[in-house]
């Protein structure tokens, strides 16, 4: 490919996905290889105002040293302004993380803050494009990883993904332009060199232009994954409550297809790493759905559980349960318990003061409690409480199974209790025999969990 068909490609490319208006800056990521260094020359060529970061991961000693010397050169000669920046990423990584994947963290992490809001070029070609399709495919993955590179990922884009690498190195060949070639590439204890090494050159005596063929099934899988991924998207919308857990029967009634990416959505809305959710998650998650006990617990990785509350589920990571010591109380009380998440209000109504009935908002006769011995607490075994007059006294659990509420949520609703027993439950009611009785009235609020 010669220097005019080459620049015609790239231009091509960034038209076709919209990745730059005329004229817009943008940020090369620069390795020094050949890849990142026909990415430079051709954005410049093409009147984009370039910049160029070099990140020295300090990972192959002398010689990424020699990376780095390269890029100032390269740079200083072009008129590019360049930023460099040495981590020593081996000392960096985080705790069980591979080296591979924190230097990709830390070198997108850094590429972000250099960029200040302008686009982030990256140098990814037609052949690492095909490399990583495969590489997943050994992987077992799901369509969307199938799918290879996406050409625009949020400000990333890639302007050499229809580029093949030998094209790229007769084009820096035409130009008479040198470039560095990073060691770690010959060695083939890494997958993806294997795959460059063995697998690809074997694709490419049955199919010279394999990269080519590649690049339109990703684009097709790519288009199909949009289509599935907004109908995960209104199935969600479907199953969404206000509380934060989820409607079970809209998940149940989609297709498989669009289950799996809504479940997967709503494990990254939760905060769950999505590289360590796997299809044996999602098909745990599924169980869930389908199970017949109302209250089924699934846990998953890093600590997070989707629990079952009847008709809906709940994905969340538990925080270390808060401490529900027993309060006393005394009236007029107004203020925060329980680490500030009940907000509790006891005020004696005047006589003539009209009551207004409200959700977890109670009216009591004064002359059925002993103040002495007031407090709020959570439930005790044999807790008891008679709704109506009609009926007998039932135990608290049995009252909340027939409400519905979640077994998780039980042991942490307010109980207004005194010695001679429970006079209001949140979420329940009080018992009939507290219930105003012509004397002094007494009115308790409980707001929050």
Same mark, same amino acid.
């Given at each position: 490919?010669?220097?005019?068909?080459?620049?015609?490609?790239?231009?091509?490319?960034?038209?076709?996905?919209?990745?730059?208006?005329?004229?817009? #800056?943008?940020?090369?990521?620069?390795?020094?290889?050949?890849?990142?260094?026909?990415?430079?020359?051709?954005?410049?060529?093409?009147?984009? #105002?370039?910049?160029?970061?070099?990140?020295?991961?300090?990972?192959?000693?002398? $010689?990424?040293?020699?990376? $780095?010397?390269?890029?100032?050169?390269?740079?200083?000669e072009l008129g590019v302004p360049l930023t460099v920046e040495r981590i020593d990423v081996a000392a960096a990584r985080a705790a069980g993380e591979g080296i591979e994947a924190a230097a990709r963290r830390i070198?997108?992490?850094?590429?972000?803050?250099?960029?200040?809001?302008?686009?982030?070029?990256?140098?990814?070609?037609?052949?690492?494009?095909?490399?990583?399709?495969?590489?997943?495919?050994?992987?077992?993955?799901?369509?969307?990883?199938?799918?290879?590179?996406?050409?625009?990922?949020?400000?990333?884009?890639?302007?050499?993904?229809?580029?093949?690498r030998a094209a790229v190195e007769a084009y820096l060949h035409a130009l008479g332009q040198d470039y560095v070639t990073d060691s770690t590439n010959a060695d083939d204890a890494y997958t993806r060199n294997r795959i460059r090494h063995e697998v690809v050159p074997v694709l490419r005596q049955i199919n010279p232009a394999v990269s080519g063929s590649a690049a339109r099934l990703g684009a097709l899988l790519r288009q199909d994954e949009d289509c599935l991924a907004g109908l995960a998207q209104d199935c969600l919308?479907?199953?969404?409550? #206000?509380?934060? !857990?989820?409607?079970?029967?809209?998940?149940?009634?989609?297709?498989?297809?669009?289950?799996?990416r809504a479940l997967r959505c709503i494990a990254a809305q939760s905060g769950m790493p999505l590289r360590d959710f796997s299809a044996q998650h999602v098909k745990a998650l599924m169980q869930l759905l389908e199970s017949g006990?109302?209250? !089924?617990?699934?846990?998953?990785?890093?600590?997070?559980? !989707?629990?079952?509350?009847?008709?809906?589920?709940?994905l969340e990571k538990p925080e270390d349960a808060p401490e529900r010591p027993v309060c006393p109380l005394s009236v007029p009380f107004d203020g925060t318990v329980w680490q500030g998440r009940l907000h509790l209000t006891l005020r004696r109504?005047?006589?003539?003061?009209?009551?207004?009935?409200?959700?977890?908002?109670?009216?009591?006769?004064?002359?059925t409690i002993d103040f002495a011995s007031l407090c709020l607490?959570?439930?005790?075994a044999g807790d008891r409480l008679r709704l109506t007059g009609n009926g007998g006294s039932r135990t608290l659990k049995k009252l909340m199974i027939d409400r519905k509420i979640p077994r998780m949520r039980r042991d942490g609703l307010?109980?207004?209790?005194?010695?001679?027993?429970?006079? !209001?439950v949140q979420d329940i009611g009080i018992d009939d025999s507290r219930r105003p009785q012509g004397g002094t009235r007494m009115q308790i609020k409980i707001e929050g969990y």
């Open positions: 490919m010669g220097t005019d068909a080459m620049l015609e490609t790239v231009k091509q490319t960034i038209q076709t996905y919209t990745m730059l208006e005329d004229g817009e #800056p943008v940020l090369v990521a620069l390795s020094g290889g050949a890849d990142s260094v026909a990415l430079l020359r051709a954005l410049q060529a093409l009147a984009y #105002p370039v910049r160029a970061f070099h990140l020295n991961h300090c990972l192959r000693g002398a $010689e990424s040293d020699r990376d $780095e010397a390269f890029c100032r050169a390269l740079c200083a070198r997108y992490t850094r590429l972000t803050a250099a960029a200040q809001g302008v686009k982030i070029a990256t140098a990814h070609t037609a052949d690492d494009n095909l490399e990583t399709m495969l590489f997943h495919l050994v992987r077992g993955t799901g369509p969307k990883g199938l799918a290879g590179i996406p050409p625009v990922r949020g400000q990333v884009i890639r302007p050499l993904l229809s580029v093949t919308a479907q199953a969404a409550q #206000p509380d934060g !857990a989820w409607r079970i029967a809209p998940l149940r009634a989609a297709h498989p297809a669009v289950r799996t006990d109302p209250s !089924a617990v699934c846990t998953l990785p890093h600590g997070f559980v !989707a629990r079952r509350e009847y008709d809906a589920f709940r109504l005047e006589k003539n003061t009209d009551f207004y009935k409200s959700d977890n908002t109670f009216c009591v006769d004064c002359g607490r959570t439930r005790r307010a109980v207004i209790a005194d010695r001679h027993g429970v006079i !209001a």
